[in-house]
């Protein structure tokens, strides 16, 4: 069984980056401790079922056909109706950004290679349990983020070359529920499939408004 876990169980942890060593008891919003609870459950089938079990935890996943509600999309769609967008935390947030493509990429990795069973001294199951994160290892900060998105939304031609992002910008406090940083320590997805995210943030933003110019014409 794979399942989405999700850099969210991290709260609002200070070391960075986070790894699956890390304590992940802090959740600062109810969406993390369901997170949480989904990778205990899981825990609980792999040792009484003898069930393999991999959690992934993704960190901010974006690109075409993505989730509306996500920050770059609905930045995307309230520039376009000339609304202003809020900028949390005065933009002091960072944020490790995946591709979809890289997602899918170790999705499929993991997919391919469950954990293998084994029994304890007991006699009884060792859980088949191993939970990874996958991130792309590179936080960007919240307004270079806004400016990458407004440069490829520019070029794309989803927006007009004289658009006046200053005009339609506001930098705003910390939501609860929110973290400043998301920071994956991806290495040992890398130790164990071989495989780290490669797409820049850039590459990706620049997928994304394309599709979206397409999409949406
Ligand atoms: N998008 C992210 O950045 C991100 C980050 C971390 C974790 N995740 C996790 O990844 C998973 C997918 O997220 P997403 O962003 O693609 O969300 P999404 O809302 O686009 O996709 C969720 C899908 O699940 C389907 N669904 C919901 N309830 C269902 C049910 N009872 N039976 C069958 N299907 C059901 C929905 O129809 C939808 O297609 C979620 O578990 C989410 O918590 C996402």
């Given at each position: 069984m794979v399942y989405a876990s999700s850099?969210?169980?991290?709260?609002?942890?200070?070391?960075?980056?986070?790894?699956?060593?890390?304590?992940?008891?802090?959740?600062?919003s109810l969406y993390a401790a369901t997170k949480k609870s989904n990778e205990l459950m899981a825990h609980c089938y792999s040792k009484l079922y003898n069930i393999p079990s991999t959690g992934l935890r993704f960190f901010t996943v974006y690109g075409?056909?993505?989730?509306?509600?996500m920050a770059y999309f609905g930045f995307t769609n309230k520039l376009l109706k000339g609304q202003i967008i809020q900028i949390y935390n005065y933009g002091n947030c960072r944020r490790d950004f995946t591709y979809v493509d890289d997602i899918v990429e170790g999705i499929t990795r993991v997919m391919a290679m469950a954990p293998a069973k084994q029994t304890g001294e007991d006699g009884l199951p060792i859980p088949p349990y191993k939970v990874y994160n996958i991130g792309g290892g590179q936080p960007e900060n919240l307004l270079d983020f806004v400016n990458i998105l407004q440069e490829e939304l520019l070029r794309a031609g989803?927006?007009?070359?004289?658009?006046?992002f200053e005009a339609h910008k506001q930098l705003v406090p910390m939501q609860p529920g929110d973290v400043p940083t998301t920071y994956a320590d991806a290495t040992a997805l890398e130790r164990d499939f071989g495989f780290t995210p490669k797409i820049t943030l850039r590459e990706g933003l620049r997928h994304f408004a394309q599709w979206y110019k397409e999409y949406y014409g």
């Open positions: 850099s969210s169980v991290y709260g609002g942890n200070k070391k960075v980056p986070f790894s699956t060593d890390d304590r992940v008891d802090n959740p600062v075409p056909a993505g989730r509306p509600d989803v927006l007009p070359q004289d658009y006046d």
